[in-house]
């Protein structure tokens, strides 16, 4: 029961519900992407996946210096991208880093 609080309060945030979103639209993504893109802070968006990742909704992998993010699959994270599916058409494209 504790896990599906925790799953909760990480849906219950705007910002991590986009973050979510994009991840699952681009595959993946590092840090300055979802900042650039969403127009929020490195703290606030590093804070949100912090949270996601210790909650097994996102994995990373590093690329040279740069840790990337994609989504941990399974039946509650799919359950919610269904739910959005119309929403992340509509989510601004992608602000590549130009050094990754």
């Not at 979510?20 to 929020?40: F, G, S, Y």
């Not at 994270?77 to 739910?83: E, V």
Request: net charge positive; charged share 25%; with cysteine.
């Amino acid at each position: 029961m504790e896990k599906l609080v925790m799953l909760a309060k990480i849906f219950s945030d705007a910002n991590r519900v986009k973050i979510i979103a994009l991840i699952h639209r681009e595959k993946e993504l590092c840090v300055c992407e979802i900042c650039d893109t969403l127009k929020l802070s490195q703290p606030l968006v590093s804070r949100h996946l912090k949270q996601m990742r210790d909650n097994d909704v996102v994995q990373t992998h590093q690329s040279g210096k740069w840790i990337i993010y994609s989504l941990h699959k399974n039946e509650t994270i799919d359950c919610l991208l269904k739910t959005i599916e119309a929403d992340i058409a509509t989510l601004p494209t992608i602000i590549s880093c130009a050094t990754r």
